[in-house]
């Protein structure tokens, strides 16, 4: 990790912006835009989607390693790659190639990686898990893998949902998009779920203690009327101990032509009861609706509340919300970025919860077909609280 002690203005804020921020404390060096992956080019189709990032750090791990996953569509049989940082998203290696279960799967959609902060069932804290939607002629999969070698190799554990072939019309019955987090002694898998047929789509999780067996399905966020499709789960616990769900509303009417998904929101105090919160949406100052595939995030930088981040797929932008998610106080800011379908969002360590990575997967037909990783920082003050840490005596900040 190099450190240089240069002031910068902050990237990101452009003249779009009626903010210009600067930040003179911090001393990081940052990147931008560096190339993790691209297909071979022998390869039919060599587009990529979906990019995922975890740092390994809710086991006391002091060496800071990155893995990442990204779908692709290898010929024959398929696989999610997962390679491996060491320097904090700069470079990039392959570690292994991960094979799904279900027989005869024509591709693994999706995936999502997540750390265990504590143990559940035979799997101890620092497990890394890995899930993905297989499609194939007959469902949808949502599967679950392990690795208890820092992503070298990973086993299967369990499938937690089922559904029919994939099919976003009314009438599917599909599962779609997993999400993990653990809350409270219990780990739950979110996924985007058309199976009841009261709506044409809905979220849903599932939960477990033993990662073995799932209890029935609850609803995180159901509309009312059948038309109306809510997906892509994705939550984040901010300082006040509440949980952001942010989540894209599909069909909802009322909204700009280029929000084609526009994005919604709901705050509760734990992860598995949103289904009884508000639903908002997220409309920054600016009148932008934030729309498409939505990743967010919470760091207790840029402000008493610290900053909720937001990227949405529609455009480069990112939405910031320095109050614990008021709805009058969502900010659009220009990631400097580039576009990309469902970028994730990672809290770089010792930066005072400033530098976040952006892991941009690729988009569909129009965008790019890579995988990049760059640094976005976020506007304000840094902080001294380490939320991302798991260990009770990890690193004093070196600033
Ligand atoms: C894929 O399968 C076909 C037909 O079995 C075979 O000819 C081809 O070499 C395989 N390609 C790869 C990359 O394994
Ligand atoms: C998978 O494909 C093979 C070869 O076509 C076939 O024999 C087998 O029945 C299929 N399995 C399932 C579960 O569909
Ligand atoms: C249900 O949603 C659709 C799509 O937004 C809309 O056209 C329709 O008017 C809505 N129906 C009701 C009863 O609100
Ligand atoms: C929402 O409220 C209803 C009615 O009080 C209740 O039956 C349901 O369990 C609640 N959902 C969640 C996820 O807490
Ligand atoms: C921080 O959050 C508290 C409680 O929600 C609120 O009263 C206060 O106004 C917020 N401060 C800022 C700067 O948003
Ligand atoms: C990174 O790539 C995006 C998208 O192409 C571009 O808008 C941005 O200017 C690039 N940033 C740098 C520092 O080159």
Redesign the pocket.
Same mark, same amino acid.
């Given at each position: 990790m190099l450190f240089l002690s240069l002031p910068f203005i902050l990237a990101g804020i452009t003249a779009a912006s009626p903010l210009l921020l600067r930040d003179t404390t911090l001393s990081y060096d940052t990147f931008d835009n560096v190339t993790v992956y691209t297909a071979p080019a022998a390869w039919k189709n060599r587009g990529t989607l979906y990019g995922r990032v975890v740092l390994l750090n809710q086991n006391c791990e002091d060496d800071n390693v990155l893995l990442s996953t990204w779908t692709v569509n290898a010929p024959n049989k398929t696989y999610l790659p997962i390679y491996k940082s060491l320097d904090l998203g700069r470079t990039w290696t392959e570690l292994t190639k991960v094979y799904f279960k279900t027989p005869n799967y024509t591709a693994i959609a999706q995936p999502f990686l997540y750390e265990l902060g504590q143990p559940f069932g035979d799997y101890p804290a620092g497990t890394i898990f890995l899930s993905g939607n297989t499609f194939s002629r007959t469902g949808t999969a949502i599967e679950l893998h392990a690795s208890l070698d820092q992503g070298h190799t990973f086993v299967y554990v369990s499938t937690v949902a089922t559904g029919g072939a994939p099919n976003t019309n009314d009438g599917g019955t599909s599962v779609w998009e997993p999400f993990i987090l653990a809350h409270g002694g219990t780990l739950g898998v979110f996924y985007s779920d058309s199976r009841d047929p009261l709506h044409s789509q809905k979220l849903s999780h599932q939960t477990s203690t033993d990662l073995l067996t799932w209890s029935a399905p609850v609803n995180d966020a159901a509309s009312k009327?059948y038309?109306?499709r809510p997906g892509m789960t994705s939550i984040a616990k901010m300082g006040n101990d509440k949980f952001i769900f942010s989540y894209e509303l599909d069909? =909802? =009417?009322g909204f700009p032509a280029y929000a084609k998904q526009p994005i919604h929101y709901r705050i509760a105090d734990s992860p598995f009861e949103f289904d009884n919160s508000t639903e908002l949406p997220l409309v920054a100052t600016d009148g932008t609706v934030a729309s498409s595939a939505p990743q967010i995030v919470w760091t207790p930088a840029g402000g008493p509340n610290g900053t909720i981040l937001t990227s949405a797929s529609h455009a480069e932008d990112f939405f910031i919300n320095t109050a614990y998610g008021d709805p009058s106080a969502w900010t659009r800011v220009v990631s400097g970025h580039g576009i990309g379908y469902s970028r994730a969002l990672q809290i770089i360590p010792d930066t005072d919860g400033k530098v976040i990575l952006v892991f941009n997967g690729g988009s569909w037909q129009d965008g790019p077909k890579e995988v990049s990783a760059g640094d976005f920082l976020i506007p304000g003050a840094g902080s001294s609280l380490d939320t991302i840490s798991n260990c009770p005596s990890s690193d004093p900040d070196e600033d």
């Open positions: 009327n038309t109306l069909k =909802a =009417a």
